[in-house]
């Protein structure tokens, strides 16, 4: 009878157990991504980390940051050591737990010198010409023509080198182009822009536990951010 009555027990706290942690929520939400000027800046500030603290923070969960590549932030997430990639757009990973929603529209530009080209053509133009960019952006992923790509560590050495004819073109995210402009390197008047992808980005969630819950709140409260007008402060407060 102690036996039965001991075993009912160690039944019922360990069902008390596991109810609590079902029904409980993450404390914190770790996202690698990689650096993009405005949107995920290293100290914490840009638009896309603004957008994850409205999304989490109101509901007990804490925003952590780790900066990587875009190939870096999607192995973390493969290997539990973050619990979303950003800015990954869900058919380039097999397998993944991509967010419901894009939570931003971003547009990559390239640039190039007036005297190099007579007509732009879209991503015809690219075709077989020495792109550069920065390493691990993988833009060579997203375009539907082959490329020389030409990887780099910064962006004021694309710039140098695009001023020399050593490439035709610097392909880079609209706020970074800006950005780098901004510095004075080059003479801008020589140079001219045209916009070659429309991305949206995506969260890619670890497909875990954990990474389930947080795609699920992201995509219930993610909606409602937009419908109340919070998403629109936000790039407006970016002027994205």
Do not use: C
């Not at 931003?104 to 075709?127: A, H, I, P």
């Amino acid at each position: 009878m102690k036996k039965a009555a001991f075993s009912i027990l160690i039944f019922l706290l360990s069902t008390i157990y596991f109810s609590a942690l079902a029904g409980s929520s993450p404390a914190e939400i770790v996202l690698a991504s990689q650096e993009w000027a405005n949107a995920t800046n290293k100290d914490g500030t840009g638009l896309y980390w603004d957008i994850f603290r409205a999304v989490y923070e109101p509901v007990g969960i804490k925003t952590k940051f780790i900066i990587r590549s875009y190939k870096g932030s999607v192995s973390l997430v493969r290997k539990n050591q973050a619990d979303a990639a950003v800015g990954i757009h869900p058919e380039k990973i097999q397998g993944a737990l991509s967010s419901r929603y894009p939570f931003v529209k971003d547009y990559v530009l390239v640039l190039f010198k007036k005297t190099k080209l007579y007509q732009w053509n879209g991503q015809e133009t690219l075709e077989d010409k020495k792109v550069g960019w920065i390493k691990g952006y993988s833009f060579d992923e997203y375009l539907e023509v082959p490329v020389i790509k030409r990887e780099f560590a910064k962006r004021e050495n694309i710039l140098r080198r695009l001023d020399k004819d050593q490439i035709d073109f610097y392909m880079d995210t609209r706020n970074d182009v800006e950005s780098v402009l901004n510095k004075g390197i080059i003479d801008v008047t020589r140079y001219t822009v045209e916009t070659v992808l429309e991305l949206e980005r995506y969260l890619l969630f670890a497909n875990n536990i954990k990474g389930k819950e947080l795609k699920k709140i992201f995509d219930d409260r993610f909606p409602d951010l937009v419908k109340s007008g919070e998403i629109e402060k936000l790039l407006a407060k970016w002027n994205w």
